[in-house]
């Protein structure tokens, strides 16, 4: 049974930093990019970091130099390091699988206020 459960979000002051952590089972995690959306109230989902299975990065413009995605393909984990953060990140982050199939995680709540 394939699983992608997020965990990491809260409610953080502005300026605060969190760790996300994305665990994965039930498919070869390995094999799969894995990639960070996030989807803000009223607004569309948008992306906002991937790292393939060979280890390539790319990083939406707007997070860029705060966001580290990184990955344990021992943990079958991927994480996203945020820092600096603004009000303006605050939305549901969602995980995703893509390879032979693709798979969502049901997302895990950044809050950034005062």
């Known amino acids: 049974q394939v699983q992608v459960v997020e965990s990491g979000g809260d409610l953080v002051q502005p300026g605060g930093s969190l760790r996300l952590s994305c665990a994965a089972s039930?498919?070869?995690?390995?094999?799969?990019?894995m990639s960070w959306y996030r989807q803000a109230p009223g607004k569309g989902r948008e992306l906002v970091a991937t790292i393939s299975s060979t280890g390539s990065i790319m990083y939406a413009s707007f997070v860029k130099g705060r966001f580290t995605i990184s990955r344990d393909n021992a943990k079958n984990t991927v994480y996203l390091q945020m820092k600096s953060l603004k009000p303006e990140d605050t939305a549901v982050y969602y995980c995703?699988?893509?390879?032979?199939?693709?798979?969502w995680g049901q997302g895990t709540q950044v809050t950034v206020s005062s």
């Open positions: 039930g498919f070869t995690f390995s094999s799969y990019a």
């Open positions: 995703r699988a893509t390879y032979r199939a693709t798979y």
